[in-house]
């Protein structure tokens, strides 16, 4: 958790470089599509909740996979 508030401090911080902003989102965007697993419930939960929309996206995917393999 550490890792992704220190994550969101450099994307609210208005003097990170648009180039840095766009990286963090977008290996955010993979992990959470691509090995979701690594990451708990809670973390992943507050992933949903942030304001850029592809951060959020990817994160509710993630929950419904979870939901989806609990309730076989």
């Given at each position: 958790m550490a890792t992704l508030e220190?994550?969101?401090a450099v994307l609210d911080d208005e003097?990170?470089?648009?180039i840095i902003?766009?990286?963090i989102?977008?290996?955010?965007?993979?992990a959470l599509r691509n090995h979701g697993q690594i990451f708990t419930s809670k973390e992943v939960e507050w992933l949903a909740g942030?304001?850029?929309?592809?951060?959020?996206l990817a994160a509710s995917r993630e929950l419904q996979?979870?939901?989806?393999e609990t309730s076989r």
């Open positions: 220190a994550f969101r003097g990170t470089p648009e902003r766009n990286h989102i977008d290996s955010l965007q993979y942030w304001d850029d929309a592809r951060i959020p996979k979870r939901v989806a």
